[in-house]
């Protein structure tokens, strides 16, 4: 093979990875798009008791014991 030869075929395994690294950034854009769309979509979350947040760090989970 001569030189010439040599590099083209060392190029198209370059320009494969060099294509799948852009289709993997296309697709993981993709998902945080489609992920950050899904999550204002959803219900916001139910509030708590008010005594149960207030008492949600405490080492005591129930009043009575």
Known sequence: MTAIGTLAAEGQ????LMLAGVVLVVLLIGAFWYGSRRRRREAPPVEQNPVAQCRADSWQTYPGS
């Open 13 to 16: 395994a370059s320009l494969f």
